[in-house]
């Protein structure tokens, strides 16, 4: 997977909205993951603090936060939430027609800074 | 102080498909992503789809590999431009591989540009290469359980072709197993079953590619 690459630009991401704002400091980064996406949370992690050493941010805290998929049974009308990779069948009711939500990959939540 | 930010991060890889997008765009052409486990036909299929195509409109490909340049040579026989793209490691194509590609391309003359990703089921379906679409390729060899097993690739893939359907004799698989799970994975899946070894289906699928480009 590509957590270096996506590591890389969440910390642009971050060190720009922080200095667009006028602030000087990264103290922490929240961001969310879909459960349906590839992602490793450890190696996401690993490479984000391999990369902010010697930037604003190098005294942050990166937290992941997983997002499950939601869909309604259409069988049986149950709302379902899982934090799977993905699911085929209803857990209530056995049906396969779950209408499954999928989150966006991935977001930067909020920022906290000084 | 906290600030509340609420943006989709886009990776490296994002920007560089969507630069990529372009500039098909611009040239008219449009893109499939060919992806599949190794082995699961992918030049093959190639082979016989640019065999039909190429009297109907202009074809380019790409293909991947970790090393070697066989396929290219496969494809080169077939009088179509071609570039072999060696990932040196990489499981998968990223756009920038595509990006650099195109350079030796003539993207004037080329219409329909054909990407034969790295084999694998898992990492190419993550990466955008600016494509118009996705396509999977699954061989009845690989079984009947790969859909469930693998289901962000068939999620992302617009069709899905299964080959080597003329050795269903030999096999204890369900290509209703395959098509049913594969449809409740992404119910707007168009799937096509093929063989690359006595033609079976590619016409098929030969027409719907060229419904696709017009
Ligand atoms: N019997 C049979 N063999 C096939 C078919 N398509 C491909 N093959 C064989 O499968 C092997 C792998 O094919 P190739 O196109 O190189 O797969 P790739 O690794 O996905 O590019 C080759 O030996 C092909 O001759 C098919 O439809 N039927
Ligand atoms: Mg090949
Ligand atoms: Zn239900």
């Not at chain 1, 961001?31 to 590839?38: C, D, G, L, R, V």
């Not at chain 1, 069948?89 to 906290?112: A, G, R, T």
């Not at chain 2, 060919?34 to 030049?43: D, E």
């Not at chain 2, 396929?71 to 756009?95: E, S, W």
């Amino acid at each position: 997977m590509h957590e270096l690459s996506i590591a890389y630009s969440l910390l642009n991401l971050a060190i720009e909205e922080c200095i667009k704002r006028g602030f000087s400091k990264i103290q922490k980064i929240k961001i969310t993951i879909s459960s349906a996406s590839n992602i490793m949370p450890e190696a996401l992690l690993f490479s984000f603090n391999a990369l902010k050493q010697e930037t604003i941010a190098q005294e942050s805290i990166l937290y992941i936060e997983k997002i499950p998929l939601s869909g309604i049974c259409q069988s049986c009308n149950t709302k379902i939430t899982t934090f799977k990779p993905f699911i085929i069948e209803c857990p209530v009711c056995h049906d396969n027609s779950l209408n499954l939500q999928i989150p966006d990959d991935l977001k930067i939540d909020e920022i906290e800074v000084t | 102080m906290k600030i509340k930010i609420a943006k989709k991060i886009f990776s490296e890889n994002d920007k560089i498909a969507d630069i990529n997008r372009e500039n098909f765009k611009r040239h008219k052409i449009f893109t499939i992503n060919l992806m599949g486990s190794p082995g699961a036909g992918k030049t093959s299929f190639l082979e016989k789809s640019i065999s039909l195509l190429k009297d109907k409109v202009q074809v380019g490909v790409i293909v991947g590999d970790i090393t070697g340049i066989d396929d290219a040579m496969r494809i080169n026989k077939l009088q179509v431009p071609v570039v072999q793209l060696n990932t040196g490691g990489a499981c998968h194509l990223d756009a920038n591989m595509i990006n650099n590609s195109l350079q030796d391309l003539p993207l004037e003359e080329i219409k329909l540009l054909f990407i034969e990703n790295v084999g694998n089921l898992v990492c190419p379906a993550d990466f955008d290469l600016g494509e118009n679409i996705k396509v999977t390729i699954l061989s009845l060899t690989e079984g009947d359980d790969k859909p469930l097993k693998y289901p962000l690739i068939f999620k992302k893939s617009s069709a899905l072709i299964i080959n080597k359907i003329d050795l269903i004799p030999f096999l204890e698989v369900s290509i209703d197993k395959i098509k049913k799970d594969c449809l409740l994975i992404n119910p707007t899946i168009k799937i096509f079953k093929v063989s690359c070894k006595n033609n079976e289906g590619i016409e098929n699928w030969v027409k719907w590619i060229m419904t696709m480009i017009l």
